[in-house]
């Protein structure tokens, strides 16, 4: 193949192994940004090598073997690692030789392992939120500084800046990059279910740029809640968040049009909905109600979803239990945006006006400013209340509001529709 189309090629590749890579890496030498240096050394090499050899068979411990090579040969120039490893205090060549041996070990280890070691390390308490959300989308999803910035509104120097200060924080605690146990274990796991669902998010309803969804976001924070599913099958919250991302993730499929535009729920075509993933998210549903969990705050929204999932057609959706589920969810997670989904069920199950009097009830919450969903809801329920000239303004709104080149021209076209 051409040279710029291997390279193409490479690059998609690595994307696929990248978080993987970097989880054994860090395990291994105990250093973020060494394991990242280290990755992309392994990139390196591809490129100057794939194009003349094709892609190997297995990719991912191709490009493990070739950063480990690396890590070796760091190893024996220099001796930093020596204080931050038992494994390798000594200064002699025996010193080196068990590091290597134990680095050769590692790469026998299951990387699934490594990957929530990586995003408990990523979610620990020494960092803030805001930093545990930013590493965690950069190491483990690969967003880039921008995607990020994106993501939370914020600037790319910020979430740089961000990004930098958590992998110093990490380095200088000392920080064993493994999943905790005990009551470490619990404190943290709050923490890495709301980033694993923050990742999923971002795959699901892009927050910025030219598409709708991203599925290898949502197919990446699948894979791990299935893999912490695994290792803790009596956390009731970590089925209700598993059952959430199954379920919503059935849908990905007909929410796009052929052309890109969004295709809201109603309209969907529901045989295009994965039917295994619905089974699965079921049953994990069912796993977190039989654990006492029915009212945590995933279990709740995956109940939500999960009536969505069992209505044959969208007539059949049962909107006035999805508005009592809304009731109840608003009671364990009180935010705005939980009362404008609130507001969006009531509109369906008791009619639009009765929306219009509970957004209109948050429309000055702090939160929503600037949020194009905010004006988007509004503008649905003067739409179907029949109040046309207040629905376009609303729309147009919310086109206004929206950093999503997609999103914004189906907002648009709403408002066109309005006449």
Known sequence: MATTEAHRAIEAVFRIERAGLIASLARMVRDIDRAEELAQDALLTALGEWPKTGIPDRPGAWLMAAARRRAIDGLRRDKMLARKHEAIARESEEASDAAIAAIEAAMDDDVGDELLGLIFTACHPVLSAEARAALTLRLVAGLTTEEIARAFLSNPTTIGQRIVRAKKTIAAAGLAFEVPRGAELAARLGSVLEILYLIFNEGYAATAGEDLIRPSLCAEAQRLGRMLAARMPDEAEVFGLLALMEIQASRLAARVAPDGSAVMLPEQNRARWDQLLIRRGLAALARAEALDGAD???ALQAALAACHARAHRAEDTDWRRIA????????????PVVDLNRAVAHSMAYGPESGLALVDAIADAAAL????????????????AGRLAEAKAQFEAAAGLSQNARERAFLLGRAQACG
Do not use: C, E, Q, T
Request: hydrophobic share 40%; glycine share 10%.
């Open 296 to 298: 945590g705050i995933y």
């Open 324 to 335: 009592a589920l809304y009731d109840r969810l608003r009671g364990v997670m009180p935010s």
């Open 369 to 384: 400013r600037n949020y194009a969903p905010l004006p988007a809801a509004r503008g649905d329920f003067l739409f179907r």
